[in-house]
């Protein structure tokens, strides 16, 4: 069975300040997704990694996944209020139609 | 264009109602998932669709759990006599490929249905 595990699952950060969530998984897949919840709402793609090496950058957050390590991370630079989210990876099993098993989440609170 | 579209958003249940959630994919798309995320939880698989065909079924959590999408477009998740575990909000997700081995194909989700079984 699939298992992912994302640590940590509560952050509470200052604004300006740098953090990594990471996300490790037990299988062999090299396709895996950031995503980001924010309450009430449905998931919001973040960036998608397709291969070993790859490294995804959209403004304060970048991406990047390591396959063979099995260990994917969300870098966080200068961190800003509007970051405040939960933030999901998900890992394609590759099998059926390309299903996905999350982790926990990570609960991001950036404070002033 | 139109994303994926469900309804109700909101279902108030008591304990035994049967209940039917419904998914709108966007059009032409092949696959189609459900996904139902507990409270403070990850989305959990439930079950997919590769047009019409009902292809993994694996993470229904029981038999009271029932999945169709007879045209291969339009998907009804069924909970028969709700328990109130069944308490949660379902995703669902269509994505324009087959996906799996066959390659990438991204996932675009709903806004999913919140139930609460009272």
């Known amino acids: 069975e699939l298992k992912v595990e994302q640590n940590p699952l509560f952050l509470s950060m200052q604004e300006g300040k740098n953090y990594t969530i990471y996300c490790n998984y037990s299988?062999?897949?090299?396709?895996l997704y950031w995503y980001r919840q924010d309450p009430g709402k449905s998931l919001e793609s973040l960036f998608v990694l397709l291969s070993n090496g790859a490294v995804k950058q959209e403004g304060r957050l970048m991406a990047s996944l390591d396959t063979k390590a099995r260990l994917s991370t969300l870098h966080i630079t200068a961190a800003v209020h509007d970051l405040s989210a939960t933030y999901f990876c998900a890992v394609d099993e590759e099998t059926s139609g390309s299903r996905l098993t999350f982790g926990e989440g990570t609960q991001l609170t950036v404070n002033p | 264009g139109a994303g994926v579209s469900q309804s109700p958003r909101y279902k108030v249940a008591k304990r035994g109602q049967d209940v039917a959630l419904r998914c709108d994919p966007i059009s032409g798309h092949v696959s189609l998932f459900w996904y139902q995320q507990a409270l403070g939880q990850g989305p959990e698989f439930l079950t997919y669709?590769?047009?019409?065909?009902?292809?993994?079924k694996s993470g229904l959590p029981s038999d009271r759990f029932f999945a169709e999408r007879p045209e291969g477009s339009v998907s009804t998740l069924k909970i028969q006599r709700t328990q109130q575990e069944d308490s949660a909000v379902y995703l669902c997700a269509s994505s324009r490929l087959a996906g799996g081995f066959l390659g990438y194909s991204e996932q675009f989700f709903g806004p999913g249905t919140r139930l609460t079984v009272l």
């Open positions: 669709f590769q047009n019409e065909a009902q292809l993994d």
């Open positions: 299988t062999t897949s090299d396709r």
